[in-house]
């Protein structure tokens, strides 16, 4: 499988003061990841001005990850995605998804509806359309997070970049088949494929043993990709493996490993 070449990014957590925020983007920057990603959560600040505040670091792309549809009107969406588009000189990538199960009580407290899956990946489905003709002669790329059969077709038709969204002790084989149905479906359309590395390094936080359900040295855990260990040759070999057999080209990590995952971003980025 050829692949993309490898691209790195940080999700992280806007919060406190412009000076701290602008700090995370600088180091993230010089750390040499290629994006500052941003979740969609009212206990955050939000994502669009949050993006624009940090916009001017030099060679950072910037992006959501990921937007959810039901949280806003779509052409709000879109009007401000395409303006962060405009405004960076093209270094905004759009992330979007149905929404995550727990954001419902969020998308509530806004005033506006969960509604059905269907209904959700509507809202998708329009947001992008409204992107679509804002950019006009411009090009947003929208990172897609999907995993239902839907959602994949969806994704395989109209996004850049798709990450699969599912539990993160799925199993590899389960994932290596999620990324071949995309596939096919996309036809001659070859979009990047992200994933979330939960787990980067040995040291294990409570939290990153929460989410994973399970102690993460258990062979089931291992099989999975939220987890990256080992020395900085073995996770960088690790990640050409999953490229060659899955596809995954653009490795996302959470603030927490960023130290963890520098020296393999030095050694693989842009090969």
Known sequence: ????????????????????????????ADLGYGTLLVPDGLGLHAPFPSLAAVAAVPGLRLGTFVLAAPMRPPRSAAWEGHSLTALTGGRFEFGIGTGRPDARAEVEQLGRPWGTGAQRLD????????????????????????????????AAA?????????????????????????????????PELAMNAFLVGDAVPPWAERILGADPALPAVEDTMAVLRGSVVEMADELRRRRDSVGVSYIVVGESFVDDLAPVVELLAGT
């Open 1 to 28: 499988m050829a692949g993309h070449p490898f691209r790195f990014g940080i999700v992280g957590s806007p919060r406190g003061t412009g000076e701290q925020w602008l700090a995370t983007a600088r180091r993230t």
């Open 123 to 154: 809202l998708l489905r329009d947001t992008v359309a409204h992107l679509r003709r804002l950019d006009g002669d411009r090009h947003t790329p929208v990172l897609m997070a999907a995993s239902g059969p839907r959602a994949l077709a969806l």
């Open 158 to 190: 109209e996004a850049d970049i798709v990450t699969l969204s599912v539990p993160p002790r799925t199993a590899r084989e389960e994932i290596r088949r999620l990324a071949g149905e995309l596939r096919d479906l996309a036809g001659d359309r070859d």
